[in-house]
């Protein structure tokens, strides 16, 4: 029997990037997997791709910053599957700037996506979860969350809210048998780390102890884990994975 087996898992963000490996490895592994994201041309040819491992591979369109949005999703899938077991929150985006730089509009955005997304998700799936007496959520935080970043005052501040967010979800949502983790990822090579200017990647490189960035499927056996029965007793905590760099 593989890991996932009758588990319905939503990843927000998941067309591409980090939460397309984890909805690929979640596939691979029999889970039903519902494919999250706001771009729909993108959401069909994950979904098409994925379909090869696992025919139970559904894409849905949504802004995880619409409450309405999030409501039909979690609606649709429960009518869809039943049940929802597992909930990624990865959705995540930047607007780097340096402080005296930054718009407000800027600091709004990042926050509204990253911490707000996360929140109205988490509150919606938590419901049904609740209900169940049982779930695992995982939230995708940032190695900057703990650390900060000089031009990333706006992310860090969102991923550092995602961590205290996972602990305090955790303490409440344990007695209902649901578990809260997240995972910080170091530089992890997508089209998030791309449009960084080759110098700047280069400066990152040089303080990673493994010498190597990290691929989006180190990510995925890590949320595997956190996300299956294997994981069962670990809850309200963050795992660094960043090739030793913080
Ligand atoms: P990515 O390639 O930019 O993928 C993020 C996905 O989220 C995109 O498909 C994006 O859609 C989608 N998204 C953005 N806003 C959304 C919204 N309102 N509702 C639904 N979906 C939305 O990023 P990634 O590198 O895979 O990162 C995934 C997560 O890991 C993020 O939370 C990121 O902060 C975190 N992370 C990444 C790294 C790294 O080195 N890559 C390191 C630490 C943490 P669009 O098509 O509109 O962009």
Request: glycine letters at 8%.
């Amino acid at each position: 029997m593989k890991n996932l087996s009758n588990k319905t898992a939503i990843i927000t963000g998941s067309a591409r990037g980090i939460g397309k490996d984890i909805a690929k490895k979640f596939s691979e592994n029999a889970a039903n997997v519902v494919i999250v994201d706001i771009i729909q041309d993108e959401i069909n040819k994950t979904v098409k791709s994925l379909k090869k491992f696992n025919p139970n591979v559904i894409g849905i369109k949504c802004d995880i910053t619409s409450e309405n949005e999030v409501q039909n999703l979690v609606e649709n899938v429960i009518e869809k599957f039943g049940s929802i077991d597992i909930l990624v929150n990865n959705a995540g985006i930047t607007k780097d700037k340096l402080l005296i730089r930054m718009k407000l509009s800027d600091w709004e955005s990042v926050l509204k996506v990253n911490l707000t997304g996360t929140f109205i998700c988490t509150q919606k799936v938590a419901k049904i979860m609740m209900k169940q007496r049982h779930g695992k959520i995982l939230n995708i935080s940032s190695v900057v969350g703990i650390t900060g970043n000089a031009g990333q005052s706006n992310y860090s501040a969102s991923k550092g809210g995602i961590i205290a967010f996972t602990k305090s979800i955790a303490k409440e949502l344990a007695p209902r048998n649901i578990n809260v983790n997240a995972i910080a990822p170091g530089f992890i090579e997508t089209e998030m780390t791309e449009k960084l200017p080759a110098e700047i990647q280069q400066k990152y490189l040089e303080s990673i102890p493994l010498n190597k960035f990290g691929k989006p499927h180190d990510i995925a056996e890590l949320a595997l884990f956190l996300c299956d029965n294997n994981s069962d007793y670990i809850t309200g905590q963050t795992i660094v994975i960043d090739g030793g760099m913080i």
